[in-house]
Nanobody
Framework: QVQLVESGGGSVQTGDSLRLSCAAS????????MGWFRQPPGKEREFVAA????????KYVDSVKGRFTISRDNAKDMVYLQMNSLKPEDTAVYYC???????????????????WGQGTQVTVSS
């Protein structure tokens, strides 16, 4: 059974940084792309970043490019999201997700991700 557990959220000020972590278990982690999504208050869940199984391909939503960095450590079955220069509009519950497809290029759409963590709250105040 696949389990994804996020950690690292919190309440910060504009311009601060946070590093989210996601611990994966129950599947051969290094064969699957991973993604981070977020759900702002009262809005739909949206794509933030994704990374291929080797870490060689990354994708980002335009609003976080240059500020957020996704990475992974396959030896530890971990994926990370380094978030710098945080803004109030980054406030959301952040979810880690595992792509259903073996050896696939990372996707930006929710439908490709079959496993999700419970989410971690990030609140950025001005």
């Amino acid at each position: 059974q696949v389990q994804l557990v996020e950690s690292g959220g919190g309440s910060v000020q504009t311009g601060d940084s946070l590093r989210l972590s996601c611990a994966a278990s129950g599947r051969t982690f290094d064969r699957y792309s991973m993604g981070w999504f977020r759900q702002p208050p009262g809005k739909e869940r949206e794509f933030v970043a994704a990374i291929s199984w080797t870490g060689g391909i990354t994708k980002y939503v335009d609003s976080v490019k240059g500020r957020f960095t996704i990475s992974r450590d396959n030896a530890k079955d971990m994926v990370y999201l380094q978030m710098n220069s945080l803004k109030p509009e980054d406030t959301a519950v952040y979810y880690c997700a595992l792509d259903n497809r073996l050896w696939a290029v990372p996707s930006v759409t929710r439908v490709e991700y079959g496993y999700w963590g419970q989410g971690t709250q990030v609140t950025v105040s001005s």
